[in-house]
């Protein structure tokens, strides 16, 4: 009996000692989080009965060990998964690709032949030069008669032009050769970029197999190395026409393996791997703070936000194409997140590049205004507004503006605000001048008693000098006093529609063709003279 347990022991320390098993696993599909990937891959290996040790290749440089799932064939147990970036065996040999080694082969054979001609250019020249050392020596031979000389003429002459048009052959067999090798080289370039990048990760599995043949193997597993963010491009052709909204997403993703054509599915959820089983609680609303999108810390936030205007090009409208991206994708929406299930495969590559991905074309039904703050920006923007906009499934991103066949410029989509219309910037409308001036005779100073009282008067003028009428709304402000000594009052404001808790003044204005339009705003402000008050 105990020389049995022995041998047991002999036999299965032999099994585990075993040369292990290499397989390179293929990304089969992934689906990216705001933070984080999940990866799925396949591989197979061939195994005989017992016990062995895998090591799955190409795997992402860095993975979440706890959210490894392997999935096989019931004849094969898995006794444990182990992640590593730093796997070396003896066993492991790292062979090239068939495509890279025929290259390799032709470009040594091509360098040899090479080397064949520059040697025989070599030869040809050296006997050149013999003969016209050998003919210099017979010159200086006086002893030769004319019979003779006339015939070390004839053979110098046509021995030298046969050397000479030998070089000349094996020249241009050079040049073609050279040729040759020059594409070969950029063949091997090529196909060394488009070979497959093998990653630094490695899974180490121990297993046990019951029966001997091909096993599949199903990986999947977290890795934090690929986000991506939503991204929109909006095409208008006229304040009378829809929205064209192009919903894209830009992909990031550095997990050291290239992603060849597979399944993407983006969802804007948080991935969760804890395997202990979930239970529900009671689900409480609360209040948050808006998070507000800038892009220029000198924009008052109460008021439209500056567009940074990158380019203007006369580019028209590609057309669309007749089969809809939208056809392709699948909408997935729960109470927390939106998932998007993408059926044309992708290239994402491992290169920490922003790689665009289309997700769904929407027609979006628009009401144009225009919009100006010239307290701000003395410019109009022109505003489209979306109503009942929570159906389109939108998230926060940055999006390209395409007005009438013009990019003007970025804006900011943001679906989580307080009222129930979307407002979108289309940009800037420099036909509709503004001006805003301050009216000196209607303003000044005066002193009473232990107070000052200053008077402030602004007139705003507004002309349309387009061809057809618009409505903007125009928006002006006045101070408010959080101080008992400091006593405003709004002495003009043109039938502003005014809101007192805030100081703004709105009015909704419709202008004609080249119609000009005056609007005067006055206030006073009364403070005790001794003080000072610095943002007046």
């Known amino acids: 009996m105990k020389k049995f347990l022995i041998l047991l022991f002999m036999f299965q320390a032999s099994l585990y000692a075993q ?224 929205i064209e909204m192009m919903y894209k997403a830009q992909v990031v993703q550095s997990t050291g393996i290239d992603w060849k054509n597979v399944k993407l599915t983006l969802s804007s959820g948080v991935p969760n791997q804890n395997n202990q089983a979930p239970l529900l609680q009671a689900w409480f609303l609360r209040y948050g703070y808006e998070q507000e999108y800038k892009q220029n810390d000198d924009v008052r936030s109460n008021e439209l936000q500056e567009v940074v205007v990158q380019a203007i090009n006369t580019r ?33 590559l491992s290169n920490g590049k922003k790689h665009s991905v289309a997700l769904k074309e929407i027609k979006l039904p628009a009401t144009y205004k225009y919009y100006a703050a010239p307290t701000v920006d003395k410019e109009a923007f022109l505003l489209a507004e979306i109503s009942d906009y929570s159906k389109y499934n939108l998230l926060k991103g940055e999006a390209n503006i395409i007005f009438e066949g013009m990019y003007v410029g970025k804006t900011f989509v943001d679906p989580n605000q307080t009222s129930d219309t979307l407002n979108l910037s289309m940009g800037r409308d420099k036909k509709i001048s503004i001006k805003r001036e301050k009216v000196v005779d209607k303003s000044g100073t005066k002193f009473l008693s232990s107070n000052k009282m200053q008077t402030f008067t602004f007139e705003t003028t507004v002309r349309n000098n387009k061809k057809e009428a618009v409505q903007l709304m125009l928006k002006d402000q006045y101070p408010l006093s959080t101080d008992k000594e400091i006593e405003i009052e709004l002495k003009q404001s043109d039938n502003a529609k005014v809101n007192a808790e805030t100081g703004i003044l709105t009015w909704d204005l419709n202008l004609k063709p080249n119609e000009t339009k005056k609007i005067r705003i006055s206030y006073t402000v009364k403070y005790p003279k001794n003080k000072i008050i610095d943002n007046l």
């Open 316 to 348: 028209k409208d590609k057309a669309l194409a007749k089969a809809s991206i939208s056809n392709f994708t699948t909408i997935s929406e729960n109470q927390l997140n939106i998932s998007f299930d993408i059926d044309i495969p992708y290239d994402i």
């Open 19 to 242: 040369k292990p098993v290499f397989t390179t696993a293929k990304v089969k599909a992934a689906t990216v989080y705001f933070n984080a990937a999940e990866i799925s891959q396949t591989a197979s290996v061939n195994l005989p009965a017992g016990t062995h040790e895998i090591v799955v290749k190409n795997v992402a440089n860095w993975v979440n060990e706890n959210s490894i799932q392997i999935g096989t064939s019931p004849t094969l147990t898995v006794l444990s998964v182990q992640f590593t970036d730093n796997y070396i065996s003896e066993y492991e040999i790292d062979t090239n690709s068939p495509s890279v080694k025929k290259v390799k082969d032709s470009i040594l054979i091509v360098k040899k032949e090479i080397v064949k001609i520059v040697n025989a250019k070599v030869s040809e020249g050296k006997t050149i030069d013999l003969l016209d050392k050998n003919q210099q020596v017979s010159g200086q031979n006086s002893g030769l008669n004319v019979t003779e000389l006339m015939k070390m003429v004839d053979y110098y002459k046509a021995k030298r032009t046969e050397l000479s048009n030998s070089i000349n052959l094996l020249a241009e067999k050079e040049q073609k050769l050279n040729e040759t090798l020059q594409k070969l080289n950029d063949k091997l370039e090529v196909n060394n970029k488009n070979e497959e990048k093998i990653s630094s990760g490695k899974l180490v599995l121990q297993v046990m197999n019951e029966v001997a043949g091909n096993v599949p193997l199903e990986i999947s597993y977290l890795t934090n190395s690929a986000t991506w963010s939503p991204f929109y491009d909006l095409r208008a052709n006229s304040v009378a026409s829809p």
